[in-house]
C-alpha cells in the first residue's frame, strides 16, 4: 500500500497519521465525532467504535488533534466510507437512522450491532457490504 492511497491490501481504509497534518486530523476527528452523534451513538459505543477511551474523546473534542493512532485512523476511515455509502445510498434523514435498524442482510441485527460485536471486522463487513451495494 502506498502511505497516501487511503486503502490497505485488504481493501480496508487506512490512513497512516504521516499522511495527514494537523487540520487534516482535526477534521477527521470533527467529521467522525458528528456523524456518530448523528447516527445517536452513546458514550461507550462511541469509545467502542473508535477503540478509545472517554478521556481521549473528550480531548477530541476540546482539540486541537496533533496525532492518532494509525489503528485508531483507521477506524475512522472505514466509519467515513460507511457514511459515504449511505449518502448515496440512502435518501434523507434514514441515512442517520440505517445503522440502528435491523438487516437482513446481517441476519436481522443492525449494522450497528455488527459494529459492535465484531469490531474491526465488523466495521469493514458492514463498509463491504454498503460499497457491494453501491456497485450492484
Avoid at 504521516?18 to 469509545?47: C, F, N, Y
Amino acid at each position: 500500500m502506498s502511505e497516501n492511497s487511503g486503502t490497505d491490501d485488504d481493501g480496508g481504509a487506512e490512513f497512516t497519521g504521516s499522511s495527514l497534518t494537523t487540520e487534516q486530523l482535526g477534521a477527521t476527528v470533527r467529521a467522525v465525532l458528528m456523524l456518530l452523534s448523528l447516527w445517536k451513538l452513546s458514550g461507550p459505543e462511541k469509545d467502542n467504535l473508535l477503540g478509545a477511551f472517554p478521556e481521549m474523546l473528550a480531548a477530541w473534542e476540546k482539540g486541537p488533534v496533533r496525532e492518532l493512532q494509525p489503528e485508531t485512523l483507521s477506524w475512522m476511515a472505514n466509519l467515513l466510507a460507511i457514511h459515504h455509502a449511505l449518502r448515496n445510498l440512502v435518501i434523507g434523514t434514514e441515512i442517520f437512522l440505517w445503522v440502528q435498524k435491523p438487516n437482513s442482510a446481517f441476519d436481522g441485527q443492525s449494522a450497528l450491532d455488527v459494529m459492535l460485536e465484531d469490531g474491526m471486522a465488523g466495521v469493514v463487513r458492514v463498509r463491504r457490504y454498503l460499497e457491494a451495494e453501491l456497485h450492484a
